[in-house]
C-alpha cells in the first residue's frame, strides 16, 4: 500500500488589537467604552475559536 505525504501551507493569524478609547468623549464615555471593550472580546473570541478549529 502506498502512503503520499502531502505538504501543508500553515499560515497564523495575529490576534485583533484592541481600539484606543477616545481621549473627548463626555457622557457617553462609559458606553463608548464598554461596548468598544465588549467587541474586543468578541473578536479575541472568535479569534481563539478559529485558531482552535485550525488546530
Do not use: H, K, S, Y
Not at 472580546?41 to 485550525?54: F, G, I, M
Amino acid at each position: 500500500m502506498a502512503v503520499v505525504i502531502e505538504e501543508l501551507d500553515v499560515q497564523t493569524l495575529p490576534a485583533p488589537e484592541t481600539p484606543a478609547a477616545p481621549a473627548n468623549e463626555a457622557a457617553g464615555a462609559n458606553v463608548a467604552l464598554m461596548e468598544a471593550a465588549l467587541q474586543t472580546v468578541l473578536q479575541r473570541e472568535a479569534w481563539r475559536l478559529e485558531r482552535l478549529a485550525a488546530d
